[in-house]
């Protein structure tokens, strides 16, 4: 499955998502009050003229994410991630 269309199917829930290379390593972790907002909107042209955010994207080959009861959870959960 695509990765916008992964997006699409988030829980709109808060949340931490990591974007992971071809080869299963995480390249990028964020968190998200709402997390299928966030990461649909890293898809939006705009975001993808971007040259962080596109090349994170054209890097990018599998979603993951971590939902969580709160935003303060999600902070923590990064974090520690990080």
């Known amino acids: 499955m695509e990765l916008r269309e992964n997006a699409a199917l988030l829980p709109a829930q808060p949340g931490v998502y990591l974007y992971k290379d ?22 939006n042209d ?22 969580v009861d709160n935003e303060k959870e999600a902070l923590a959960l990064e974090n520690n991630l990080i």
């Open 46 to 67: 705009d975001r993808l003229a971007d040259a962080k955010t596109g090349t994170l994207i054209a890097e990018a080959r599998d979603l993951e994410f971590i939902q």
């Open 22 to 43: 071809q080869h299963g390593a995480v390249i990028y972790v964020g968190k998200a009050k709402n997390l299928r907002a966030r990461v649909r909107s890293y898809f």
